[in-house]
């Protein structure tokens, strides 16, 4: 099992920047895929990023695609995620995951979460 804390969040002006950290507990981060997701309010939980084990390959939603970039380093047991040119509709709450399964959909199978960290952009 794998404990997921995230930080970074905040408030910040459209068109600023912001930069998530997950940190996970334990020695097998390595073993895991992890991605991040958000959910504003009223609306369903969103995908965002995914990144593979050893971080070789990287998968985004549409909406965020050229703007933000997950990255980890699993020597600090950590994934992040760098957020660019930040808009109002990215307001959201921001979770951590990690999937310790072989799937072939970057959007599923996770079975663990983060508590998740608040990110406000105003205009």
């Known amino acids: 099992q794998v404990q997921l804390v995230e930080s970074g969040g905040g408030l910040v002006q459209a068109g600023g920047s912001l930069r998530l950290s997950c940190g996970a507990s334990g020695r097998t981060f390595s073993n895991y895929a992890m991605a991040w997701f958000r959910q504003a309010p009223g609306r369903e939980r969103e995908f965002v990023a995914h990144?593979?084990?050893?971080?070789?390959?990287?998968v985004y939603a549409d909406s965020v695609k050229d703007r933000f970039t997950i990255s980890r380093d699993n020597a600090r047991n950590t994934v992040y995620l760098q957020m660019n040119s930040l808009k109002p509709e990215d307001t959201a709450i921001y979770y951590c995951?990690?999937?310790?399964?072989?799937?072939?959909?970057?959007?599923?199978?996770?079975?663990?979460w983060g508590q998740g960290t608040q990110v406000t952009v105003s205009s």
């Open positions: 990144i593979s084990r050893r971080g070789v390959t990287t």
């Open positions: 995951a990690a999937r310790g399964s072989n799937r072939f959909d970057p959007m599923t199978g996770y079975d663990y």
